[in-house]
């Protein structure tokens, strides 16, 4: 071995004086060896495919049967191809069971039309089309002309073996199978519409609803709920407005009540218009987002903060819901209520105070809400 700069045996040189190698570009023995052991390899494949029977001759009613069953799974395809699309116009999607009936249409569906296309594809190419073992040679990056001009007739020889041309069955029930698929997006378009025209303007509550909770861990029934109910000070529950169940109605009108000690809202003018349009300390804002519309539900107690998840905009729950931090621009909107002869909390207004509920749309509006 040889020496180092310290005088001590080098242990990465080789007895010869030469560098070791530990990976990488191999020796030129091994390359020698490699090109050698391909070679052998490459006779012994010649040899085998010499000894190897001639393929035979497929008859015509094989052909024609495994054409039939080949054709059978496409039209399975488009069957399900067309349920999918019959499903997608058909079945409502206005709550949350029906979505849920959907998608689980859909999905069959759409399974089944990709399944049948290819099982059909892969039976097409088992049953009919040649069983060749085929050996394909490296060489350069660009073919030559030659190489080119044998490449496309092999592909017209290609195309003509799959039996695409003189098969019109297979071609029309291929196309078939493909169709619907192919217009689904068209209907995927149905979700960009319609146009919202006046909901972005409107929202279900109005004077006298009363406030509907989901079940707890006493009831699972959801309940009415009842100003005895709301006694805990910094308390946070989710409402939505009595009768209302379709769909988007309640996304809109979802709630969040909070009690509050009176005395700690704040003494301004956001703080004031918040406490006379609640009860006791007791006030409902909307649970949108006034950014992007995410719900909110993330209410700590000790802060007063209400934090959306989505973009960590902060709303002071003692301060009219002003904005403390985050993207959204304006607070969330106030839901005037009051208690009825029963003691139930109702609503006492149609509107909303701080402009309507929803995302940053409103910013743009006449309703944007500007005072401090
Ligand atoms: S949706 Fe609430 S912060 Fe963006």
């Known amino acids: 071995m040889a020496d180092n700069d310290n005088g001590q045996a080098d242990p990465f040189d080789s007895p010869a004086g030469s560098k070791r190698r ?13 090109l050698a052991a391909r070679r052998r390899a490459e006779r012994g494949d010649r040899a085998r495919s010499a000894e190897a029977p001639p393929e035979r001759e497929m008859t015509e009613e094989e052909a024609r049967r495994g ?12 069957l399900a191809g067309v349920a999918f699309l019959v499903f997608y ?21 759409l399974t089944i039309a990709l399944f049948g296309l ?18 394909d040679e490296r060489h350069e990056l660009r073919s030559s002309d030659e190489d080119r001009e044998q490449f ?43 146009l919202p025209d006046k909901d972005l303007f409107t929202q279900p509550w109005r004077k ?45 009108a979802a709630l969040l009540i909070i009690r509050l000690h009176p005395d700690e809202i704040q003494d301004n003018k956001r703080g004031r218009v918040q406490a006379e349009h609640g009860v006791d300390g007791i006030c409902a804002f909307s649970k949108i987002c006034t950014h992007a519309g995410c719900p909110i539900s ?30 959204a621009a304006r607070p969330l909107p106030q839901l005037a ?6 003691g139930y909390l109702v609503a006492d207004a149609d509107y909303f105070i701080n402009g309507p509920i929803g995302p940053s749309f409103w910013e743009r509006g006449p309703n944007r809400n500007t005072d401090g």
């Open 67 to 78: 054409e039939r069953l080949v054709a059978t799974w496409f039209v399975v395809a488009f």
């Open 152 to 194: 496309a007739d092999y592909f017209v020889d290609t195309a003509e073996s799959t039996q695409i041309t003189k098969r019109p069955l297979l071609r029309r029930t291929l196309l078939l199978a493909a169709a619907p698929l192919g217009l689904a997006p068209l209907w995927l378009l149905r979700d960009l519409g319609p």
């Open 208 to 252: 006298g609803m009363r406030m509907v909770v989901a079940g707890t861990e006493e009831s699972e029934e959801p309940r009415l709920l009842k100003l005895a109910d709301v006694t805990d000070f910094g308390i946070a529950l989710s409402t939505l407005p009595e009768g209302v169940h379709e769909f988007n109605e309640t996304a809109k």
């Open 22 to 34: 530990f990976g990488g570009t191999p020796t030129s023995a091994e390359v020698a060896e490699s």
């Open 298 to 327: 993330l209410y700590e107690r000790e802060t007063h903060h209400l934090f959306c998840p989505c973009h960590q905009s902060t709303f002071d729950m003692i301060d009219g819901a002003n904005v403390v931090f985050g993207p």
């Open 118 to 135: 290819a099982i059909g594809i892969v039976l097409w190419v088992r049953k009919l089309m040649p069983n060749k073992e085929m050996t």
């Open 89 to 109: 116009w058909l079945v409502p999607t206005h709550d949350a069971v029906s979505a849920s009936l959907s998608n689980k249409l859909l999905g069959t569906c």
């Open 337 to 342: 209520i009051t208690v009825d002869d029963e």
